[in-house]
């Protein structure tokens, strides 16, 4: 009998090492481009079904009060987002998959975030959203949203090369006590654990996402935050150019994976 | 989130005896009261909804009481047995007493 049970605890075992390779065989359509692994193919079963169904993933809560915004006048100059841009599902198409890109006047990168709250104080003349705050985050995740299931597509060239350069050192630069970089997890080690985490390659095309343990939506500069601490490194402020810099290099690196947002991921 | 907000989705018409899926979602951080302001030390006061319930042209079809233990912005499925055509009312109540409703209209055919 003793041994009867042992040995189901070994099947099961099996049964449970077996599952992970089955994930990488899986058809993963569009979330496997080339080598690339969107972090959908990452999450679990579960996870991937609350992100699937559009009702059911939370951060629409955070999308649906972001297209009230959109229409919502603000600040001095009278107008919303919708003055300037009309329709969003028109205008912001195919954003998500360009940005982070150059502001010419600022001669710096912007994402999304940043280029929100420039439209806000420029052009609106109102407050500046904070960051991680309901309405930046809900806001971005909407624009970004107009833009899902297109391929990310940014440009590195030209004047942007040497925010690109920065943001690859930065990938690959050790920090912190732990003395590692981004690429010691997410490069040679996407698919094993750490501790009890599964790592991820790190793709940048879910966000801003839904994180079951952040319990609400957070940005990608949120996350990098969360990894700067996890590798006991001094982390950057929000919307720091050193983390715009590496936005666009993981979106180089994620080239041609479909735009996600808002996902969900644990 | 500051703001609470309900959302509920049902079929618009079923067939009379069909059973169908209700889903809702509401924003709610769902203060577990076991957490501690980490500058104070102080217990963060208890905030969850503790009730659920769903009424179907007045008559109850679904309750649930919630704990602690249940996640922020909560997710709930329910099944329901179309009868009559009418109106299904959720209601959500939280610990301070404050009251969330939502209603949706069926048509059954």
């Not at chain 1, 909407?142 to 050192?169: C, H, W």
């Not at chain 2, 067939?15 to 501690?36: A, N």
């Not at chain 2, 404050?98 to 059954?108: C, D, H, L, M, T």
């Amino acid at each position: 009998m003793r041994k009867l049970y042992i040995a189901s605890l070994l099947i099961g075992g099996m049964a449970l090492g077996s599952t992970a390779s089955q994930a990488e065989d899986k058809d993963w359509g569009a979330y496997k481009v080339g080598d690339k692994l969107s972090g959908y193919t990452y999450a679990t079963k579960e996870t991937r079904a609350i992100q699937d169904d559009d009702f059911e993933n939370p951060a629409q809560i955070w999308v649906d009060q972001a297209e009230g915004n959109w229409s919502s006048v603000e600040g001095e100059a009278g107008k919303s987002c919708e003055s300037c841009h009309n329709a969003a599902s028109d205008s912001m198409k195919g954003v998500a998959t360009r940005y982070p890109v150059l502001n010419k006047n600022k001669a710096a990168m912007v994402n999304v975030e940043q280029q929100i709250n420039f439209c806000r104080t420029s052009q609106m003349k109102a407050k500046a959203w904070k960051w991680e705050s309901a309405e930046l985050l809900g806001m971005t995740a909407f624009v970004k949203l107009q833009s899902r299931g297109m391929p990310v597509n940014v440009k590195i060239d030209g004047p942007v090369t040497p925010y690109y350069e920065k943001g690859k050192a930065f990938y690959y630069e050790r920090r912190g006590q732990l003395d590692m970089a981004c690429k010691h997890c997410h490069e040679d080690n996407p698919g094993k654990y750490a501790r009890a985490n599964l790592l991820s390659q790190g793709q940048s095309n879910g966000f801003p996402t839904y994180r079951l343990k952040w319990q609400k939506i957070g940005s990608l500069h949120r996350r990098f935050r969360g990894c700067n601490k996890n590798i006991r490194a001094q982390p950057f402020a929000y919307g720091a150019p050193e983390y715009v810099n590496l936005e666009l290099y993981l979106n180089s690196r994620g080239q041609g994976l479909p735009v996600e947002t808002p996902s969900v991921r644990n | 989130m500051a703001k609470v907000k309900a959302r509920v989705k049902s079929p618009k018409s079923v067939k009379k005896g069909e059973v169908f899926q209700v889903k809702t979602l509401i924003s709610h951080k769902m203060e577990s009261g076991r957490r501690k302001n980490k500058k104070t030390g102080e217990n963060i006061p208890r905030m969850i909804i503790n009730s659920f319930a769903c009424n179907y042209n007045g008559k109850e079809v679904f309750a649930s009481d919630w704990h602690p233990a249940v996640s922020a912005n909560p997710y709930m499925a329910f099944h329901v047995r179309a009868v009559d055509s009418g109106t299904l009312d959720f209601m959500w109540k939280d610990d301070s007493g404050k009251e969330y409703k939502k209603s949706a209209k069926i048509a059954v055919t």
